[in-house]
């Protein structure tokens, strides 16, 4: 079989596939009758007034946090916010120390240089992308505040030496789960294991209003805290107002700035929450079946599953290439080789923090440079191997396409296949 059969399709072959991929995000006649819901009530935020009916965040922030096994949940604007009213209850603040891994989205970085504190970025581990915790252990100073763990893509970062190393050493641990919502480790869901956990809504999580966040927490006076920080100082009011007037307290126990989430949002993710069990086993299910698929083609290594993962969410499919079974082709092209056989776009690992071109601490009319703080922020004094490595051989693949079957998974494995046995042609791309 060669020659045109098998031509690739980025070089006018015929795809493998063609029918489209499930849509994202989805919605469905309850999501659009609680928006109308919420289109009527006058009432279209937290800090709107009081109409009698219970808001639609406090609904969420119980049921997310019920979700969670977990007391408190402290709804937000978006992933973002979430971090930053994390690092701000615990106390982070200008010139302390944040362990950040290498090789995440860039918010993780810049939220902490937002509170003025110095993002110390560690190489992660090759088999899961998530940080080191040998190299986390390392880089723990008298001024380390927090250790921020990502868990990426379909990986959950080493729980147990990440608890472990906040036990030792009496460092809070803020667990950022924007891309893991409801995987479960050792019998635990992620978000639970820190301190803090922190979530992001944003348009492609598995969990999404367009625009959304949430903090969970087990700590009353954290909890306190992150309300407050989340909305100008106020927090929920011990008693229910008359109808007409604000549901919140001035409390003012720490400065606080608005990072509330809108009426609408919180009706969707509430909407959306009820689903979200059933799409991850869908996912996870079609997920590990590729997995199977791919480690029986060879040359394409799916990041590792943890033995003490119990439920896995796939954000992103992400594999590792071995290039060299691929002809020795660079990384973009075959994930444009690929995205033509199958009509969907493959990503590529981000690049490492330290030269990655959207986190510019230095470009920020919000640093202050005094005190050796322009060293300090310098991403460029990191050495981050691993993280650079990924860039150069990983590829992601958005879990829309895992919301579908077997034979989609047959699909996929097939562009694999053939992209690697006519990887000699991507020479001609
Ligand atoms: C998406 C994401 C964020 C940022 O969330 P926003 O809602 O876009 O502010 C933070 N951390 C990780 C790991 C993410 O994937």
């Not at 615990?90 to 290498?102: N, Q, S």
């Not at 079946?289 to 029986?296: A, D, F, I, P």
């Not at 943890?306 to 075959?334: I, K, S």
Request: aromatic letters at 6%.
């Amino acid at each position: 079989m060669s020659g045109r059969r098998d031509r690739l399709a980025i070089l006018g072959g015929k795809p493998i596939r063609q029918r489209a991929w499930p849509g994202w995000p989805r919605a469905d006649a309850d999501t659009e009758r609680l928006l109308l819901e919420v289109l009527r009530s006058e009432r279209w935020t937290l800090s709107g007034m009081y109409s009698g009916e219970k808001l639609f965040e406090r609904r969420f922030a119980e049921a997310f946090a019920a979700y969670h096994e977990t007391p408190f949940c402290v709804p937000t604007s978006n992933g973002s916010s979430a971090l930053t009213v994390a690092l701000e209850a615990l106390g982070v603040g200008y010139g302390d120390e944040v362990l950040v891994p290498g090789s995440t989205w860039v918010a993780c970085a810049s939220a902490v240089t937002r509170v003025g504190a110095v993002p110390i970025l560690v190489d992660v581990e090759a088999d899961t992308l998530c940080m080191s915790a040998a190299l986390a252990r390392q880089a723990i100073s008298p001024r380390t505040a927090a250790i921020l763990v990502v868990h990426v893509a379909c990986a959950v970062a080493d729980l147990d030496a990440f608890t472990a190393l906040a036990g030792d050493t009496g460092v809070p641990l803020l667990e950022d789960c924007s891309q893991a919502h409801g995987a479960v480790w050792g019998g635990r869901r992620v978000g639970t294991f820190g301190s803090i956990g922190v979530f992001s809504m944003q348009n492609e999580k598995v969990l999404t209003c367009g625009e959304g966040g949430a903090a969970i927490t087990g700590d009353p006076g954290l909890y306190d805290l992150m309300q407050q920080l989340r909305s100008d100082g106020r927090r929920y009011a011990k008693t229910t107002p008359p109808v007409g007037e604000i549901e919140l307290e001035k409390a003012g126990l720490i400065q606080g700035y608005n990072h509330g989430l809108s009426e609408f949002h919180a009706a969707i993710l509430l909407d959306r929450l009820e689903h979200l069990d059933e799409e991850n086993r869908l996912r996870e299910e079609n997920g590990e079946h590729l997995r199977r698929l791919l480690v029986e083609l060879g040359g394409v290594t799916p990041l590792l599953r943890h033995p003490r993962v119990d439920a896995l969410t796939y954000y992103q499919f992400c594999v590792r290439l071995d290039l060299e079974a691929f002809g020795g082709a660079d990384v973009e092209a075959v994930r444009q080789a690929l995205g033509a056989e199958l009509g969907i776009s493959f990503t590529r690992v981000g690049e490492p923090l330290n030269n990655h071109p959207l986190y510019n601490p230095l470009r920020s009319p919000r640093t202050n440079f005094d005190g050796g703080m322009a060293e300090r922020l310098d991403p460029r004094r990191f050495d981050l191997p691993v993280a650079a490595r990924a860039r150069r051989e990983c590829l992601k693949l958005h879990h829309r396409t895992l919301l579908s079957g077997k034979k989609d998974m047959e699909e996929i494995a097939a562009a694999f296949a053939k992209v690697k046995r006519e990887s000699a042609s991507l020479a001609r791309l």
